[in-house]
């Protein structure tokens, strides 16, 4: 039991590390490159206290040099599913009845390994299993990481001090049990913190999880699963599991203990999802939670007051960095005419700048897309573009998957605001440019709102405060995340909790306490210290 009411450190956001040439981090995260990069891993999966090995395996390779093979990982069949489910519903027993500052401990010990003897480990694992650069990795692996698992504590306890009034002779007590089952985490290959976060908030509350991370991210998702282990998570808390998506979902779909599902991924998957959710709704001991981010086609629109530079710095920054493969990266922007081709300009000077290469050299800004099937989709569209009538190539447009999958970020400048890259979601470092006439301003802003099923992030580019204004109202419900005089990507724990709506997902934004409420369930408790042993009431007389 409990003996006080504890308060926990206070979360501040971990600093990022510059790896400039000469200090120690990038020494070191050059050094744990290079180890992962000429080694060779075998990844299990970790169901309970096993570590299963079934013989059928997958190799990984990086992006960025995709003939060669770093590792490999072993996928399960249904009973390895099943074993995941009962493994999580044994150790939630103990693992809800511990008490709530133990847990909290676990998770704030997990980020002090991330910040100190696991960060070049997270980081270099990064950068081979998703071609991030070394910014891209410290900004997401390490630091974004330690602030879910601080913040989120913080939040827990806050959650937890929450409690009713209490009227003469009565207490009345609200305690936030964990939901009755397991929670299923399905990860997505970008952000290795939100790989981590997904199967860590619901644990964190007091649930037992079965995690499936995405295929493209089992290097670094184990290094995630030893600062677990190495925490103290104890088994079974978090079972891990790779292989078929489909198998994995229907089986644990299946039972009747599941209770939620924490999800981030594509829009299709997450609608088929609610589906087989909704269809076996009579199966399940209690209504799951679903909570889901999405896709997005997020928008930078300029007033003719912004000043052009800076709004070329927010598209080359926020629709190529990570190659493009945000959620929340740029992807339609809206230009006045009367900036346009200075804007385009400087955007055309920055990607003639770009350094493109394997992440292992710190000097380069791009590196590779994902995999084969994210570079054929965006070779497509490219290729789409330069025959087009109302579409042009104005930038890159260059690609080559001989070694690496490398896409050159490439603008295309459309004169249909309906073209199909101005309302298809890509996920690459392709961008399409709509130019508005000045004085069309209001009226693009209502085409901003009305092109996409989306509404994750979006930014507007103002000098004017009334232009400001009025964009904030009119793009109300096309983000979750909006941004002004700035990037559309890039929120950071703690102070920009991350969601959105429309097909963008549930908007139960992560990074906040909003987010941990989905994985408990209140119990009221209210206790009468001398109870009444007359039925009348006074109106009886």
């Given at each position: 039991?409990?003996?006080?009411f504890?308060?926990?450190p206070?979360?501040?956001?971990?600093?990022?590390?510059?790896?400039?040439?000469?200090?120690?981090?990038?020494?070191?995260?050059?050094?744990?490159?290079?180890?992962y990069?000429?080694?060779?891993?075998?990844?299990?999966?970790?169901?309970?206290?096993?570590?299963?090995?079934?013989?059928?395996?997958?190799?990984?390779?990086?992006?960025?040099?995709h003939?060669?093979?770093?590792?490999?990982?072993?996928?399960?069949?249904?009973?390895?599913?099943?074993?995941?489910?009962?493994?999580?519903?044994?150790?939630?027993?103990k693992?809800?009845?511990?008490?709530?500052?133990?847990?909290?401990?676990?998770?704030?010990?997990a980020?002090?390994?991330?910040?100190?003897?696991?960060?070049?480990?997270?980081?270099?694992?990064?950068?081979?299993?998703?071609?991030?650069?070394?910014?891209?990795?410290?900004?997401?692996?390490?630091?974004?990481?330690?602030?879910?698992?601080?913040?989120?504590?913080?939040?827990?306890?806050?959650?937890?001090?929450?409690?009713?009034?209490?009227?003469?002779?009565?207490?009345?007590?609200?305690?936030?049990?964990?939901?009755?089952?397991?929670i299923?985490?399905?990860?997505?290959?970008?952000f290795?913190?939100?790989?981590a976060?997904?199967?860590?908030?619901?644990?964190?509350?007091?649930?037992?999880?079965?995690?499936?991370?995405?295929?493209?991210?089992?290097?670094?998702?184990?290094?995630?699963i030893?600062?677990f282990?190495?925490?103290?998570?104890p088994?079974?808390v978090?079972?891990?599991?790779?292989?078929?998506?489909?198998m994995?979902?229907?089986?644990?779909?299946?039972?009747?203990?599941?209770?939620?599902?924490?999800?981030?991924?594509?829009?299709?998957?997450?609608?088929?999802?609610?589906?087989?959710?909704?269809?076996?709704?009579?199966?399940?001991?209690?209504?799951?939670?679903?909570?889901?981010?999405t896709g997005?086609?997020?928008?930078?629109?300029a007033?003719?007051?912004?000043?052009?530079?800076?709004?070329?710095?927010?598209?080359?920054?926020?629709?190529?960095?990570?190659?493009?493969?945000?959620?929340?990266?740029?992807?339609?922007?809206?230009?006045?005419?009367?900036?346009?081709?200075?804007v385009?300009?400087?955007?055309?000077?920055?990607?003639?700048?770009?350094?493109?290469?394997?992440?292992?050299?710190?000097?380069?800004?791009?590196?590779?897309?994902?995999?084969?099937?994210?570079?054929?989709?965006?070779?497509?569209?490219?290729?789409q573009?330069?025959?087009?009538?109302?579409?042009?190539?104005?930038?890159?447009?260059?690609?080559?998957?001989?070694?690496?999958?490398?896409?050159?970020?490439t603008?295309?400048?459309?004169?249909?605001?309906?073209?199909?890259?101005?309302?298809?979601?890509?996920?690459?470092?392709?961008?399409?440019?709509?130019?508005?006439?000045?004085?069309?301003?209001?009226?693009?802003?209502?085409?901003?709102?009305?092109t996409?099923?989306?509404?994750?992030?979006?930014?507007?580019?103002?000098?004017?405060?009334?232009?400001?204004?009025?964009?904030t109202?009119?793009?109300?419900?096309?983000?979750?995340?909006?941004?002004?005089?700035?990037?559309?990507?890039?929120a950071?724990?703690?102070?920009?909790?991350?969601?959105?709506?429309?097909?963008?997902?549930?908007?139960?934004?992560?990074?906040?306490?909003?987010?941990?409420?989905?994985?408990?369930?209140?119990?009221?408790?209210?206790?009468?210290?001398?109870?009444?042993?007359?039925?009348?009431?006074?109106?009886?007389?």
């Amino acid at each position: 039991m409990g003996k006080g009411f504890f308060q926990v450190p206070t979360a501040i956001n971990e600093p990022v590390k510059s790896y400039a040439p000469g200090t120690p981090e990038r020494a070191a995260v050059t050094a744990q490159y290079e180890a992962y990069f000429n080694g060779n891993i075998d990844v299990p999966m970790y169901i309970g206290s096993d570590e299963v090995k079934t013989g059928n395996t997958n190799t990984m390779s990086p992006p960025h040099d995709h003939k060669h093979v770093v590792g490999t990982y072993h996928l399960a069949e249904k009973k390895h599913v099943t074993q995941a489910i009962e493994s999580a519903l044994e150790a939630r027993e103990k693992w809800a009845q511990l008490t709530w500052e133990q847990r909290a401990a676990i998770f704030l010990k997990a980020a002090e390994l991330i910040a100190g003897p696991y960060r070049a480990k997270i980081n270099a694992a990064t950068m081979i299993a998703q071609s991030k650069t070394v910014h891209q990795a410290e900004i997401d692996a390490a630091c974004e990481l330690i602030d879910f698992l601080r913040f989120n504590v913080e939040f827990m306890s806050q959650i937890y001090e929450e409690q009713p009034d209490s009227a003469e002779g009565i207490w009345n007590r609200v305690e936030y049990r964990p939901l009755e089952g397991f929670i299923y985490a399905i990860t997505p290959f970008n952000f290795t913190a939100i790989a981590a976060n997904l199967p860590a908030s619901a644990a964190m509350m007091g649930n037992t999880v079965v995690w499936k991370p995405s295929d493209s991210q089992i290097f670094s998702a184990k290094v995630i699963i030893d600062i677990f282990k190495e925490a103290g998570v104890p088994d079974g808390v978090i079972n891990v599991v790779y292989g078929d998506p489909v198998m994995i979902t229907d089986t644990i779909l299946e039972s009747p203990d599941f209770a939620g599902v924490h999800f981030t991924g594509s829009t299709y998957v997450f609608k088929e999802l609610w589906k087989k959710i909704g269809n076996n709704i009579h199966t399940y001991k209690t209504y799951p939670k679903i909570v889901g981010e999405t896709g997005g086609k997020d928008f930078i629109i300029a007033h003719p007051s912004a000043n052009a530079k800076q709004v070329a710095t927010g598209i080359s920054r926020g629709a190529f960095e990570f190659q493009g493969q945000k959620c929340s990266a740029a992807s339609r922007v809206y230009l006045p005419k009367s900036i346009a081709d200075d804007v385009l300009n400087y955007v055309k000077e920055d990607i003639a700048s770009f350094k493109m290469g394997s992440p292992g050299d710190l000097s380069n800004f791009i590196t590779a897309v994902i995999h084969e099937g994210s570079f054929d989709k965006l070779a497509k569209y490219i290729d789409q573009a330069k025959t087009d009538a109302n579409a042009e190539v104005f930038a890159g447009g260059n690609y080559d998957k001989s070694k690496g999958y490398f896409i050159e970020p490439t603008v295309i400048v459309t004169t249909d605001p309906k073209y199909t890259t101005m309302e298809t979601e890509l996920f690459g470092p392709v961008v399409t440019v709509y130019v508005y006439e000045d004085a069309d301003w209001s009226e693009t802003l209502k085409l901003v709102d009305g092109t996409s099923e989306y509404a994750l992030t979006g930014a507007v580019f103002s000098g004017d405060r009334y232009a400001i204004d009025e964009a904030t109202k009119a793009l109300e419900n096309c983000a979750g995340n909006f941004y002004i005089n700035d990037k559309p990507t890039g929120a950071v724990v703690g102070q920009q909790p991350f969601g959105g709506a429309r097909a963008s997902g549930t908007n139960d934004k992560a990074g906040s306490a909003q987010n941990l409420l989905r994985w408990v369930s209140p119990r009221l408790i209210k206790e009468t210290f001398v109870s009444p042993t007359d039925y009348r009431y006074p109106f009886l007389g």
